[in-house]
Antibody, heavy 125, light 105 residues
Framework: QITLKESGPMLVEPTQTLTLTCTFS??????????AAWIRRPPGKALEWLAL???????RYSPSLKSRLTITKATSKNQVVLTMTNMDPVDTATYYC?????????????????WGQGILVTVSS | SYELTQPPSVSVSPGQTVSITCSGD??????VCWYQQKPGQSPVLVIY???KRPSGIPERFSGSNSGNTATLTISGTQAMDEADYYC????????FGGGTKLTVL
């Protein structure tokens, strides 16, 4: 069974750097085609994809936030870490970690089938 | 950058059929999936690869994708289906639609 759980600070001050950790079980980021992603939802707004890291360390970022984001993985710890610099109150959101797997024939999939419970991060002084 | 457009809200009476659209340039050439999100909960995948249902998702949820529009259809809508629904596709990166709030009146 695949599970993911986000952890990190629930309150950060403007201009600070946010570091979030996703700790997962039930899959490995050593497996071909597998990836983990970060997605957020600000209060009252839509889901927004932030970043994605593949098993081979290929990384993809939201074009609008690319300059502020870094995604890394610690495969042996089953963790994925997201850092976001220069936090602003508009970055207040629930941040989710999600799994992207492969299908039965080992081919890429294009959806997130498991999500963490999310962590609400508030940016305020 | 690629954009997906959804109606902000739709409403339906219990037992009726409702469709939620998702529009994007040549969307029919991409795989589309749909997520359901209820207040205080994480998103749940209800349709993937345009028209496939994950295990555990009721048969009343169906999907299609052609031309510039993907559609999520809920047949025999129940009160428990009231939620926000998001479409998602892949272009050069992951793209979500703006979400549709489904109200079951």
């Amino acid at each position: 069974q695949i599970t993911l759980k986000e952890s990190g600070p629930m309150l950060v001050e403007p201009t600070q750097t946010l570091t979030l950790t996703c700790t997962f079980s039930g899959f490995s980021l050593k497996t071909n085609g597998v990836a983990a992603a970060w997605i957020r939802r600000p209060p009252g707004k839509a889901l927004e994809w932030l970043a994605l890291i593949y098993w081979d360390d290929d990384k993809r970022y939201s074009p609008s936030l690319k300059s502020r984001l870094t995604i890394t993985k610690a495969t042996s710890k089953n963790q994925v870490v997201l850092t976001m610099t220069n936090m602003d109150p508009v970055d207040t959101a629930t941040y989710y970690c999600a799994h992207k797997g492969v299908n039965g024939s080992g081919s890429q999939t294009y959806y997130f089938d498991y999500w963490g419970q999310g962590i609400l991060v508030t940016v305020s002084s | 950058s690629y954009e997906l457009t959804q109606p902000p809200s739709v409403s339906v009476s219990p037992g009726q059929t409702v469709s939620i659209t998702c529009s994007g340039d040549k969307l029919g050439y991409k795989y589309v999936c749909w997520y359901q999100q209820k207040p205080g909960q994480s998103p749940v995948l209800v349709i993937y690869q345009d028209d496939k249902r994950p295990s555990g998702i009721p048969e009343r949820f169906s999907g299609s994708n052609s031309g510039n529009t993907a559609t999520l259809t809920i047949s025999g809508t129940q009160a428990m289906d009231e939620a926000d629904y998001y479409c998602q596709a892949w272009d050069s990166s992951v793209v979500f639609g703006g979400g549709t709030k489904l109200t079951v009146l």
